[in-house]
């Protein structure tokens, strides 16, 4: 089952002095079920079985059948007739907190939108890629290069994001195999989009639409990100995804978090979740000597009153794995356990980083009023000492390549060096200029170019 199930709870409970169910019946309509609690209610001296016209809706963002749903009573007015429910579309609704961290979610399904709190352990979110559910995984489509003017841009179509054989791909390719080399030089790419699914979704950046030229030429690569900014998110919680990364040089796959809403302000200042960053170099090392290529990972979280004052070193780890082995060679599940007390990452069920900032939370942590007297704390009128990361975030994952940061001018590649300079003005067309020496490691010749994409095999959240 790989599209997102609304499991539908009409709970009804009446203002009376006793209540107590006598009937539970299942109904289905369009594929949602409806659970109807038939009740007594006792009114005095008069007993009255009723089916109330004031019901709470509570829409569970399940992927299969669970055994469990949370309520709350209602406020209504006392009702001595017979009276039957009907199932309206709600436009938000919210339960009552049943677990200790207080997980919330909330999910979208048109324009039904709702926000769940249930018990600890439950299924919040699942994909297991049966197919490529569109309602659920949004494309963006930008050349915007996320602030790092990164050589790829993302767009919606199947060469660069797609499900086979319950496995969802997410795989770079080169601009000039759809465009042509001429493309690249003296084309325009226009990404305004005409109808609702072909908006651009960021013109930060020269992100909607690039003119090239010799020396600015139009991003030499395509590739997808996708996210369920419209569709799911969620607050605390357990995120679990098996994926595996992919291989080439200059490949930069990442699964992360964003926040739903900036509520602290811009960038660095609402907080971000790197579940999982990685590198597709076979042989990329550090000026130390540490290999920072496709045999290492890294967890991390960014966080700070503004750019560019960001603790993100504080809270950061890395993984390399052990006898040459790599993170494309196979499937890895990549973990965090999000509660309101702090966050730890998790690879193959290990722990690799745990973050608690201390009752005085980020500010203290990040020892911000020692190190720059006078700026404000953005976080300083939150009550929970985990702000900026006591929010809703959602869910992307992206293979990005190249750009002017992630990649450090101080790192080592074999047998070809790094073509570009972070500092240089043509990076991306130092970048292409050199595509006989990077493009052969992508090996696009073998499994239809798939070493180079990242291969996600499910996807789940749960309650903590």
């Known amino acids: 089952m790989n599209r997102l199930i609304l499991l539908t709870i009409l709970v009804s409970y009446a203002c009376a002095?006793?209540?107590?169910?006598?009937?539970?019946?299942?109904?289905?309509?369009?594929?949602?079920?409806?659970?109807?609690?038939?009740?007594?209610?006792?009114?005095?001296?008069?007993?009255?079985?009723?089916?109330?016209?004031?019901?709470?809706?509570?829409?569970l963002l399940l992927r299969r059948a669970r055994d469990y749903f949370s309520c709350v009573p209602l406020q209504c007015e006392q009702v001595t007739t017979p009276a039957t429910t009907t199932a309206q579309s709600p436009t938000t609704t919210t339960a009552s907190p049943s677990t200790s961290h207080g997980t919330t979610a909330t999910t979208t399904q048109g324009s039904t939108t709702s926000t769940?709190?249930?018990?600890?352990?439950?299924?919040?979110?699942?994909?297991?890629?049966?197919?490529?559910?569109?309602?659920?995984?949004?494309?963006?489509?930008?050349?915007?290069?996320?602030?790092?003017?990164?050589?790829?841009?993302?767009?919606?179509?199947?060469?660069?994001?797609?499900?086979?054989?319950?496995?969802?791909?997410?795989?770079?390719?080169?601009?000039?195999?759809?465009?042509?080399?001429?493309?690249?030089?003296?084309?325009?790419?226009?990404?305004?989009?005409?109808?609702?699914?072909?908006?651009c979704t960021g013109n930060n950046w020269y992100g909607c639409q690039r003119s090239g030229s010799y020396n600015n030429i139009i991003n030499p690569i395509q590739s997808a990100r996708l996210r369920t900014v419209n569709t799911f998110a969620f607050k605390y919680g357990k995120i679990e995804i098996e994926a595996q990364m992919p291989k080439g040089d200059w490949i930069w796959p990442a699964?992360?978090?964003?926040?739903?809403?900036?509520?602290?302000?811009?960038?660095?200042?609402?907080?971000?979740?790197?579940?999982?960053?990685?590198?597709?170099?076979?042989?990329?090392?550090?000026?130390?000597?540490?290999?920072?290529?496709?045999?290492?990972?890294?967890?991390?979280?960014?966080?700070?009153?503004?750019?560019?004052?960001?603790?993100?070193?504080?809270?950061?780890?890395?993984?390399?794995?052990?006898?040459?082995?790599?993170?494309?060679?196979?499937?890895?599940?990549?973990?965090?356990?999000?509660?309101?007390e702090g966050l730890k990452f998790y690879l193959d069920?290990?722990?690799?980083?745990?973050?608690?900032?201390?009752?005085?939370?980020?500010?203290?942590?990040?020892?911000?009023?020692?190190?720059?007297?006078?700026?404000?704390?953005?976080?300083?009128?939150?009550?929970?000492?985990?702000?900026?990361?006591?929010?809703?975030?959602?869910?992307?994952?992206?293979?990005?390549v190249g750009g002017t940061g992630y990649f450090s001018d101080s790192f080592t590649n074999t047998p070809k060096a790094k073509p570009w300079l972070n500092t240089s003005p043509t990076a991306a067309k130092d970048f292409y200029d050199a595509k006989a020496d990077w493009y052969p490691t992508w090996n696009p010749d073998t499994n239809n170019g798939e070493d180079a994409a990242m291969k996600i095999k499910s996807v789940r959240v749960y309650t903590v």
């Open 255 to 340: 699964i992360w978090l964003l926040p739903k809403r900036n509520a602290y302000g811009q960038w660095p200042a609402s907080g971000e979740i790197d579940l999982v960053e990685c590198r597709g170099n076979l042989n990329l090392a550090a000026e130390d000597g540490t290999q920072v290529g496709v045999n290492q990972m890294g967890s991390t979280m960014h966080w700070g009153p503004y750019w560019p004052l960001n603790g993100w070193h504080q809270t950061h780890a890395s993984v390399n794995l052990p006898d040459g082995k790599t993170f494309a060679d196979g499937f890895h599940k990549y973990g965090l356990e999000w509660t309101s």
């Open 116 to 199: 769940v709190q249930p018990v600890a352990g439950t299924l919040l979110f699942e994909d297991t890629f049966d197919t490529f559910d569109l309602d659920v995984w949004e494309h963006e489509i930008t050349a915007g290069g996320g602030g790092n003017w990164e050589f790829q841009y993302y767009t919606n179509n199947r060469s660069n994001s797609y499900v086979r054989d319950n496995i969802l791909y997410i795989k770079p390719t080169l601009t000039a195999d759809k465009e042509g080399e001429g493309f690249l030089t003296s084309g325009t790419l226009n990404l305004w989009g005409a109808s609702p699914a072909d908006l």
């Open 349 to 400: 069920d290990t722990l690799i980083l745990d973050v608690d900032p201390g009752t005085n939370g980020f500010w203290d942590y990040g020892a911000f009023d020692n190190t720059h007297p006078g700026i404000d704390n953005p976080w300083a009128n939150s009550p929970n000492k985990l702000a900026p990361f006591d929010q809703e975030f959602y869910i992307i994952m992206n293979v990005a």
């Open 17 to 59: 002095y006793e209540v107590a169910p006598t009937e539970v019946s299942l109904l289905s309509d369009g594929g949602v079920i409806k659970l109807l609690i038939q009740i007594n209610v006792t009114c005095g001296d008069k007993l009255t079985t009723i089916c109330l016209d004031n019901v709470l809706y509570l829409i």
